[in-house]
């Protein structure tokens, strides 16, 4: 299969080719219904090689974004048929609910600490995201998924920020609920 994904120059690094293809051939047949063994949650996880004059990082990364958001609303679209209508709503407002705890935590405290040596990020960063989603999930200020995504947090060691594992898979969970509704 190939793909038109612009490549770096043979000097730069880039993502694996051959990985990245496969990866892709792989999701279009999950999406097409024909491999039950993938889902949307492994294009979040999935982490490519490198090599010389591979494909451009930042398109692939969008194209990832944009394949993620396609499977989510396949996963919306599918529980809507299943369940209904109804069903659905009550479960995205759940799910919505639960994050929002979270967020109702005082500032400094919406997440575990790093232990010392741990890779952590700021604390103040991440607290500022948790304010736009607050403002997000009950305002209904306008945010996107793709906000989310490109969040960029400063570096902090131990327990001076939050444990950065927990923030991820967090902020995989907002993304999927904002990527879900229409």
């Not at 190939?2 to 496969?22: A, L, Q």
């Amino acid at each position: 299969m190939s793909t038109s994904f612009e490549r770096v120059s043979r000097f730069s690094v880039g993502y694996d080719t051959h990985e990245v293809d496969e990866f892709l051939a792989r999701a279009r047949t999950a999406y097409e219904g024909r491999d039950a063994g993938f889902s949307g949650n492994d294009i979040s996880s999935v982490s490519f090689g490198t090599e010389r004059g591979g494909y451009d990082m930042r398109v692939v990364d969008e194209a990832l974004d944009r394949l993620s958001d396609a499977f989510a609303l396949q996963a919306r679209d599918d529980a809507i048929a299943e369940r209904g209508e109804e069903a659905w709503v009550a479960e995205l407002t759940r799910r919505a609910e639960s994050l929002k705890e979270r967020l109702e935590r005082p500032a400094g405290e919406r997440f575990s600490p790093a232990a010392e040596g741990e890779p952590a990020y700021d604390r103040t960063d991440v607290d500022a995201l948790c304010d736009q989603l607050i403002a997000y999930f009950t305002e209904g200020h306008p945010m996107s998924v793709d906000d989310v995504r490109r969040a960029a947090f400063r570096r902090r060691r131990g327990a001076e920020g939050y444990r950065e594992a927990v923030v991820d898979v967090y902020l995989d969970h907002v993304a999927d609920v904002m990527a879900s509704v229409p």
